[in-house]
């Protein structure tokens, strides 16, 4: 199947990462040395642009704007949580037509992909030659078939210095911290917390995630062992933990059209356990939470080297198979060929085995119901890259006069 | 007044900031090169630490420690929030004449000047050599007579990087979004989310401090206003904002020693206002708060180079004026001399005048009841230091087809 000639579009949707324009930029570099591909132009606010047609050209663009922009969190083109309609695939199809769009690249997470797959089996029915290439980005890391999703080391790296900053204030003003991270079906995100234990009494040291089963008695008392032990109890927490029934420990009533709930951008989880804490373990009890916000997504300075690299060549592997494989669609996986020293290699995974579905940590990556284990933390330290390092004084006592 | 010979003690109080070890690592350099201090101890937890005696020998930290000490944030003696009664005052007396402690380091805020203020009176009433030093921190910047506080340019960088994040987080998928920053009783440090506007239409676009009375109507209004002409609004408020009559928008019942509510590590600021908002703008309108935590103070990573300069020198010249000067108690005051270069010099203050109150925003530093003076600006950009830059693309229009 030769590769068409004509036009590519990018596209960008769901909630944005420190380095989803690393893979903006990575996919309009490799266009513009493809060969096949004469404009490369970007959707705004990614599939609405589509059906707007609200189309910019990204061959404008010199090279040392997309250096720029390949450093800067958010969304480049703007991004979008709307789930197309079949009527609506239709119609982005006839304006791929019009614009002579036979290359696109949908650099989003798992509803992203569906997006993608719903848009190319319609493509498919058509006689139009198509590329639809799905770029995968999350700071969730719960994409299926991938080693690790674009997006995750960088986020994981902004949780682990927040909790690095979090270990060394708590042990001056002892207390109980919980701290609630993202992450509405998988706990990746918050098990990144565990790379800020440097000291042996550093936390986390509790660690609830939403693939095991949140019970509020149970946390209170492993809260209660952990402060009588250390005298401060430092707890990190997944947004998405859930009792046995499934039901939410925090509920909130907002869904967007992909029937997600609407966790994020509220305090009631830490707040709401903070008044459990405090009604059973006393009020005297010095309690804080914080919620971590958007900033795990976009705080500036927070990208990991390790995740912008790979987020950059996926966006370029995206496009050699493209414009050089059989394949007209298809996701990027990245495969993990080794550990020390890390080598990853990208393949092409089948759209309809990304979309949709969300992928939870296995178990062998968790420890018992509140913490993580030791495969956890080598899976994520390179991902995450070198972290500050914490230092105490010796604490050499003085004689008692 | 010559200077008496013995042994140093220096105690970190209050809230931790990112670079108050540098404060202690300069007292401990400067002590050590003194030749009249010979020993010099650490009390654990301020004057918790002196009136339980748990000091600890510094003179026993090598140069590297204290050296990778004063880059890790939180108090590396550990923190107190403690007003010492009269009686424990002359307990800590005592203890400071049993260890032959002749001089006192107290690195801490208003409160932490006030311990120290008592404790010097009440050594005054005595024949005992004793000097009393407080070194200055709080990331609140509300310190009297002091241009700026060591602690607040590091906040305010840490502010002003999570802004930037969200601009771009903000205009990938727009609605409104609330930051609520810490800072009781001064607007310092949510003013300086001023300082991450880099194009015409980023935000904070607008900026709530507790200098001015917020009113709820107001505020409804000025969001509506801002969504209306940019599709987007992202506020900076202080979670300090109070009404005409003096009460706390968002109040809470738990009271520190010193009397201060403890609004910090709860969401329910943010979540009203977005409560409100929603009812009076409509549920449909995207809105999403967060409340900014312990990560202003304590992330890791977020230094600004002046500040942790300057709360160096500051220790330092605190020493120097303990054993070279003739006053036997004050602290330590920054003077801006110029602002390009930006340069300044350090200068003794009374401690009665830094003790107890707290200095809030000048007016000329504030625009309207919604905004700060580029006076602010200019005041506060040398303390944050350079900040990435963000980067958009052109966005040159493909022409319709």
Redesign the interface.
Same mark, same amino acid.
Request: aromatic share 8%; proline share 5%; glycine share 12%.
């Given at each position: 199947m030769k590769a068409p000639v004509g036009n590519a579009l990018i596209g960008?949707s769901g909630?944005?990462t420190h380095v989803i324009n690393q893979s903006l930029v990575g996919v309009v570099e490799a266009a513009r040395s493809s060969g096949v591909i004469r404009?490369v132009?970007?959707a705004?606010h990614g599939i609405k642009g589509v059906l707007e047609?609200?189309?910019?050209?990204?061959g404008?663009?010199s090279e040392a704007?997309l250096e720029?922009?390949a450093?800067?969190?958010?969304?480049?083109?703007?991004?979008?949580?709307k789930k197309p309609t079949r009527e609506e695939c239709e119609k982005a199809l006839a304006v791929f037509k019009?614009?002579d769009v036979r290359y696109v690249f949908y650099i989003g997470g798992n509803d992203s992909a569906e997006t993608a797959h719903i848009l190319s089996e319609i493509a498919g029915q058509s006689s139009y030659d198509l590329r639809l290439f799905h770029v995968p980005k999350t700071i969730d890391n719960d994409l299926r078939v991938t080693d690790h999703c674009p997006g995750y080391g960088s986020a994981a790296r902004y949780v682990a210095? !927040?909790f690095? $900053?979090?270990?060394?204030?708590v042990?001056?003003?002892p207390g109980v911290?919980l701290?609630v991270v993202m992450g509405r079906n998988a706990g990746w995100l918050t098990a990144a917390s565990a790379l800020a234990r440097q000291f042996t009494d550093d936390g986390p040291h509790l660690i609830y995630v939403p693939e095991t089963n949140f019970s509020v008695d149970g946390f209170v008392a492993d809260v209660e062992r952990v402060q009588r032990e250390l005298g401060r109890c430092i707890v990190a927490i997944s947004e998405g933990v859930h009792d046995a029934a499934g039901k939410l420990i925090a509920e909130s009533k907002e869904v967007d059209s992909h029937g997600n709930l609407q966790l994020?951008?509220?305090?009631?989880l830490?707040?709401q356990l903070?008044q459990v804490l405090k009604a059973r373990l006393g009020a005297k009890l010095r309690?804080?939470?914080?919620?971590?916000?958007?900033?795990q997504? !976009?705080?500036? $300075?927070?990208a990991s080297a390790v995740d912008a690299m790979e987020a950059r060549e996926i966006g370029r592997v995206a496009v050699r198979l493209a414009t050089q494989s059989d394949a007209p669609t298809g996701s990027i996986s990245i495969l993990r060929e080794s550990n020390a020293p890390y080598r990853v290699r990208y393949e092409r995974t089948e759209l309809k085995l990304v979309a949709h579905d969300t992928r939870p940590m296995e178990s062998t990556l968790l420890r018992g119901t509140n913490d993580v284990s030791a495969a956890f933390l080598e899976y994520a330290r390179p991902l995450v890259g070198e972290?500050?390092?914490?230092?105490?004084?010796?604490?050499?006592?003085?004689k008692?006069?």
């Open positions: 960008q909630g944005p404009n132009y970007g705004l047609e609200q189309l910019i050209d990204l404008a663009e704007t720029a922009v450093m800067t969190p958010g969304a480049a083109l703007r991004s979008v949580r019009r614009y210095c !927040s690095l $900053g979090d270990n060394v204030d042990r001056s003003l911290k701290n994020s951008g509220s305090g009631a830490g707040d903070s309690v804080r939470a914080d919620t971590f916000g958007y900033a997504r !976009s705080y500036f $300075g927070a972290l500050p390092r914490a230092a105490r004084l010796s604490d050499v006592p003085v008692k006069s």
